[in-house]
């Protein structure tokens, strides 16, 4: 038997559908002027790229640093017995919802990256124990990999700048 109209406005998810599509409406009305703002401001920070003095290398260095991130995360896909056999694609795919999973407001990513990845993998048909363990450890050895960077940047930094001015640069 079909189900009337009546009967379907009566469903809690028709109800809840609606209310959220409320609030959506409530919240872009209520924060319009800062999500133009954040645009318009994102939209500029883009422009000044063009207007760098060495924009090609610019965007090179850029390049080379998310293939370098992705091939760190990349690598650790074979850390496992379970993903090692994750094809490059499906690889790039977990890489990217990680990525997603940064932009939320979180300090470091902890938390939405690993729920990211673990969704992926989880997707994919992997256990979610097995999933969880693949988030943690990669994200550890990201972390681990940020601080030696960091702090190789900071003793190194000083050197370059310093032989740049020297060579007058």
């Not at 994750?86 to 729920?115: D, K, M, N, R």
């Not at 450890?137 to 370059?160: E, K, R, T």
């Not at 700048?161 to 007058?168: A, F, P, T």
């Amino acid at each position: 038997s079909s189900t009337s109209f009546i009967d379907r406005l009566s469903s809690p998810w028709v109800w809840g559908s609606i209310l959220v599509v409320i609030i959506l409406i409530v919240l872009f009305i209520v924060f319009y002027n800062k999500i133009k703002n954040t645009l318009l401001n994102m939209w500029n920070g883009v422009k000044t790229i063009f207007e760098l003095k060495d924009k090609w290398k610019f965007l090179g260095e850029s390049v080379l640093i998310w293939m370098l991130f992705f091939g760190l995360f990349h690598v650790c896909i074979y850390a496992f017995d379970f993903s090692s056999n994750l094809t490059i694609g499906e690889s790039l795919t977990l890489f990217v919802l990680g990525c997603l999973g940064i932009l939320a407001p979180v300090q470091g990513g902890v938390g939405p990256w690993h729920y990211m990845v673990i969704f992926g993998l989880t997707f994919l048909g992997y256990a979610e124990t097995d999933a969880g363990a693949f988030a943690l450890v990669v994200h550890g050895v990201q972390m681990i990999a940020y601080i030696i960077f960091g702090i190789l940047a900071l003793i190194l930094s000083p050197i370059v700048n310093k032989q740049k001015v020297e060579n007058n640069e």
